[in-house]
């Protein structure tokens, strides 16, 4: 049987892959995995334009203050990856 998450679970940051910062533009950041305090986002289509796909690495210790570590661009939607 699947149990709900606790009621005081809740989110604490959005984020727009829009360009704003140093988040990509991708109109699909798709389901990521979380290994320790590292988020790998697999990125799929650009807006403006250039690689196809990538993975963004995102240090998430402090949740509330999310860290870009790494951007690998890829040939392929990142999706296929992750």
């Not at 005081?8 to 109109?27: C, K, L, M, R, T």
């Not at 963004?56 to 939607?77: E, G, R, S, T």
């Amino acid at each position: 049987m699947i149990q709900p998450p606790p009621t005081q679970d809740s989110g604490v940051v959005s984020i727009s892959f829009d360009e704003n910062g140093n988040w990509p533009a991708y109109h699909h950041p798709a389901s990521g995995q979380i290994l320790d305090d590292v988020f790998a986002i697999p990125l799929e289509g650009p807006i403006n334009g250039g690689s196809p796909g990538g993975v963004i690495f995102v240090d998430v210790q402090n949740p509330k203050n999310p860290i870009v570590i790494n951007k690998i661009d890829l040939p392929v939607d990142g999706g296929v990856l992750v």
